[in-house]
């Protein structure tokens, strides 16, 4: 599943970091946090895999 902004990319590359281990899961906050509880290691290497250009900032909440 692709992300859908800049930001929910940014929270899957930091779950996935904590994930493989090369940062401390402790150090994660808010949506990186849930993101490494909830999925697994192939899903937050598709959503952080996305391409950032013409990605908003932010989601829309709709």
């Not at 990605?55 to 829309?60: I, L, T, V």
């Given at each position: 599943m692709p992300a859908k902004s800049k930001a929910q990319q940014k929270a899957a590359g930091a779950a996935l970091s904590a994930k493989r281990g090369d940062t401390k899961v402790g150090d994660?906050?808010?949506a990186s946090k849930s993101m490494y509880k909830s999925m697994d290691k192939k899903q937050l290497?598709?959503?952080a895999a996305t391409k950032r250009k013409g990605?908003?900032?932010?989601?829309?909440k709709s």
């Open positions: 994660l906050q808010g290497e598709d959503m990605k908003p900032d932010h989601a829309s």
